[in-house]
Nanobody, 120 residues
Framework: QVQLVESGGGLVQPGGSLRLSCAASGFTLDYYSIGWFRQAPGKEHEGISCISSSDGSTHYADSAKGRFTISRDNAKNTVYLQMNSLKPEDTAVYYC?????????????WGQGTQVTVSS
């Protein structure tokens, strides 16, 4: 059974940090491009970051550059999103995705999401 499970969300003050995890079961993550998307209330899904299956290159949305870091631990079959200097506008449900091909288009597997709330 193919499954992605996100964890690590929660409530954090502005300027704080969180590390999200995306654990895969039923398949091996390193053969897939892994993406992080988020959806804020009333808004469309937004692609935040991607780590490509083709060469391991990483990509970030402008809103995440310099603050978020995506990484992969193949031994644990897990991908992480380290989020620093969090802002209230980062509040959203965060999803990880996995798909074949070199890009993260959100057309493959999705996890159930984890809530991130940035508030004082």
């Amino acid at each position: 059974q193919v499954q992605l499970v996100e964890s690590g969300g929660g409530l954090v003050q502005p300027g704080g940090s969180l590390r999200l995890s995306c654990a895969a079961s039923g398949f091996t993550l390193d053969y897939y491009s892994i993406g992080w998307f988020r959806q804020a209330p009333g808004k469309e899904h937004e692609g935040i970051s991607c780590i490509s299956s083709s060469d391991g290159s990483t990509h970030y949305a402008d809103s995440a550059k310099g603050r978020f870091t995506i990484s992969r631990d193949n031994a644990k079959n897990t991908v992480y999103l380290q989020m620093n200097s969090l802002k209230p506008e980062d509040t959203a449900v965060y999803y990880c995705t996995a798909e074949t091909g070199p890009a993260c288009m959100g057309r493959g597997y999705w996890g159930q999401g984890t809530q991130v709330t940035v508030s004082s």
